[in-house]
């Protein structure tokens, strides 16, 4: 005798789909049996037209001929619509089990996400805050996307775990994670989170920081592979890749011969830059970031600190030459605000111009600089902090060879960013100029 419990446990997994079940199977009972009636009175006309009728055909043609009609279609109209409807519960029941979080519906999420794979192949480099708010806005239009992401934060949480871990910097690496990711917030907020100053040996820890170090440990030193699984943690939309996978540093020549190492200490120094370094100069590049920039349709560079997360990218070798022979359009998002004790007082131009001056090539075609201006009391706060706008000097940057992507792709609220959405729409738009 089977018990109970056993067919508790046979039916467990048809859980919520019972009546949809219920449903599908009475739909497809009645569409056939619509369907069987009205192939019924089809072959009946046909045979009368041949003149081949028989007894059987005979008594059907016996019944009234518009109640059978209607009778074949009511059935076809019912069971077509109770099978819809049974496959809807279905697929609403199925999207709730597997992921609860998506409120668009299995097939608007499935399309989407078929939309995003179709997308074109985007690289975007760079570091820190400008390009974790980058991504936001490509990952709306492709999940084909490689963010190459310099590795010389040795400052915070990111330098403390150099020292007692010896791993590779994963401060801007989970910055551009949480940015790609298509988990729930809380997940991504999680990975955020950090601890405050009465935290002990945890104080000034980003949680997702941590995590990357167990998985480097999980991982047996892999850095890359650690990454890697935090992206699947994370469900993101491409791929976040470090420009080198060794240690390095860097180094800053500042006016009057001081030479600093460190990013950090570079930041700090005050004085004017007029040459940045990596140190190692040798050091290894990373292959994948270099299949990313042959393969991709755009390249964006920044936004981003133009001494500090922008040229170390371009220093690895074997980065500028193989965006020099990348045929895809190649963009360079200026910072809509200065930075002190690394741009204070640069233009657009002169962002421009640093670069050129470090790697020594030309290596993107357009310049994305932004011409809206911040309300006075933000421009003021900014001001006590040794901060200014951009000065959008367009027509030296024309003048040097480059195209000019002008326009208002600011976003303003306690701080001035670039608004993830307005520029990720002017980016794509190149692809079509």
């Avoid at 708010?133 to 490689?146: A, D, F, M």
């Avoid at 150099?162 to 990975?191: T, Y």
């Avoid at 200026?334 to 204070?344: A, H, I, L, R």
């Amino acid at each position: 005798m089977i018990r109970k419990r056993s067919i508790r446990r046979l039916l467990a997994p048809t859980a919520g789909f019972r009546s949809a079940a219920v449903i599908l199977l009475f739909g497809l009972l009645f569409f056939l049996l619509g369907a069987s009636l009205a192939f019924h009175i089809v072959v009946d006309k046909l045979q009368a037209l041949y003149n081949f009728s028989n007894h059987w055909m005979r008594a059907v043609s016996d019944t009234p001929e518009l109640a059978t009609h209607f009778l074949a279609g009511s059935l076809l109209f019912l069971g077509g619509f109770m099978v819809f409807y049974g496959a809807r519960r279905a697929l609403w029941r199925l999207q709730e089990t597997v992921n609860p979080n998506v409120k668009t519906g299995l097939i608007a999420e499935f399309r989407r996400r078929q939309e995003l794979a179709q997308g074109p192949r985007i690289v975007a480099m760079g570091g820190g805050t400008g390009l974790s708010t980058l991504l936001r806005g490509l990952k709306q239009h492709s999940s084909n996307i490689t963010a190459i992401v310099t590795v010389t934060d040795d400052g915070g949480s990111s330098g403390r775990l150099i020292q007692d871990k010896g791993m590779i910097p994963p401060g801007d690496i989970r910055n551009c994670l949480v940015a790609l990711a298509d988990a729930e917030k809380s997940l991504s907020d999680l990975f955020q989170h950090r601890f405050k100053d009465d935290s002990g040996t945890l104080s000034g820890h980003a949680i997702g920081n941590l995590l990357i170090a167990a998985l480097v440990d999980q991982c047996h030193g892999d850095f890359e592979k650690a990454v890697a699984k935090a992206s699947e943690v994370l469900n993101i939309r491409g791929r976040v890749v470090p420009a080198t996978l060794d240690h390095v540093r860097l180094r800053a020549l500042l006016e009057g011969g001081i030479e600093v190492c460190g990013e950090t200490a570079i930041a700090d120094a005050g004085g004017k830059i007029r040459r940045i370094y990596l140190d190692p100069p040798d050091a290894a590049v990373n292959k994948l970031a270099l299949a990313a920039i042959q393969d991709a349709d755009l390249v964006v560079i920044g936004p981003g600190s133009v001494f500090t997360s922008i040229i170390p990218n371009l220093l690895v070798p074997g980065m500028k030459e193989t965006l020099k022979a990348s045929t895809a359009p190649k963009v360079y998002v200026c910072n809509v605000m200065t930075q002190p004790g690394e741009s204070q007082g640069f233009s657009a131009s002169e962002h421009v111009t640093a670069i050129l001056n470090s790697v020594e090539s030309r290596i993107f075609d357009y310049v994305m600089v932004n011409d809206g201006i911040p309300s006075e009391d933000i421009l003021a706060r900014y001001r006590e902090s040794g901060q200014h706008l951009v000065d959008a000097d367009t027509d030296l940057i024309r003048a040097t060879g480059f195209r000019v992507i002008q326009g208002n792709f600011m976003s303003q609220t306690d701080v001035v960013r670039h608004d993830p959405m307005r520029v990720a729409n002017r980016l794509l738009a190149v692809l079509s100029d």
